[in-house]
């Protein structure tokens, strides 16, 4: 066996280099525990049109994610991003894919044909119907566009407030039917109060939460107003999607074109003259923008 030996001025000079070790580690550690545990936040943008191919190069300088509709826009005919998966796939984005929801007066409407509509439970039947077929529909643009089964596709709803039995119906549906088809369900929706008046306040994301039970609905809120929300500002460590105030949201919409002013007087300076929020490369300002923060920088699990 080797038998090592040292003089006393070594035996002391290794003591002290042991201390000096085991001082600088009790420093480290903590610090890199106290990094480690304070989550990452990317950054991404969405917009209804396309904007063009030479536009994904320039904003990929500031953004690791970008929303993707899988079918018309609200108040649109057609989609121009229909077709470009791979190109933003091969540029280095992540996704949010998104799928256009009905209005709730779409689901509530009274149809003349026999009044047979005008009955709540055949309303409610009427919605889970369009919820089933709307997510059909979305399953095959996704399968059509390449996302691999298991993406998060998120309905887009544009309203607030307290949403009415039929869309509750309607969504339950929508989610239940993405699972059979081996993908997973989101919802785009407000994550701010709405007052409904006696002090009572609603949250569009806390009622959808509360009406899809035990579903694993992924939430996409969009709270504008400044603050939480920093205003039109792409930093390289931005806010995570808890700092919109609802701890569960897994993006956040926290930057909409062109800025609501009721929402955003606190921060307007951060936002274009014309009221529209840009990327800092577009000193053109050829494409507005919304930009969001998730928790990673694929949020649907699309690539």
Request: charge should be positive; glycine fraction near 8%.
């Amino acid at each position: 066996m080797l038998k090592l030996t040292f003089a006393r001025g070594d035996k002391n000079l290794l003591g002290v280099s042991i201390i000096i070790f085991l001082f600088s580690v009790l420093l480290v550690v903590p610090a890199l525990s106290q990094q480690s545990s304070t989550p990452r936040a990317y950054l991404g943008f969405d917009r209804n049109d396309y904007p063009g191919d030479a536009a994904l190069l320039a904003l990929r300088r500031s953004f690791s994610f970008a929303g993707y509709w899988l079918g018309p826009p609200p108040g649109a005919k057609s989609n121009s991003w229909s077709g470009k998966r791979e190109l933003v796939r091969s540029l280095g984005f992540g996704f949010l894919v998104l799928y256009s929801g009905p209005q709730s007066n779409e689901l509530q409407q009274k149809w003349s044909e026999q009044h047979v509509f005008n009955n709540l439970k055949t309303r409610l039947s009427s919605a889970r119907k369009r919820g089933a077929s709307d997510a059909r529909q979305a399953t095959a643009a996704a399968k059509k566009e390449g996302f691999p089964s298991h993406t998060v596709i998120f309905l887009d709803i544009e309203e607030g407030g307290r949403l009415p039995a039929v869309y509750h119906a309607y969504l339950r549906s929508w989610v239940d039917q993405l699972e059979r088809a081996g993908y997973r369900a989101g919802v785009y929706c407000s994550g701010m109060p709405v007052d409904e008046g006696g002090g009572v306040t609603i949250i569009t994301a806390d009622d959808v939460r509360k009406n899809t039970g035990k579903r694993g609905v992924v939430y996409w809120v969009y709270n504008d107003a400044c603050p939480p929300s920093p205003g039109c500002a792409t930093p390289q460590n931005p806010l995570p999607p808890s700092a919109s105030g609802l701890p569960y949201a897994a993006a956040w919409q926290f930057a909409q074109s062109p800025r609501r002013k009721q929402f955003t007087a606190r921060c307007a300076a951060t936002y274009s003259a014309d009221g529209n929020c840009y990327a800092p490369s577009d000193t053109a300002h050829s494409w507005n923008l919304d930009i969001n923060s998730a928790d990673s920088a694929d949020p649907s699990h699309g690539r």
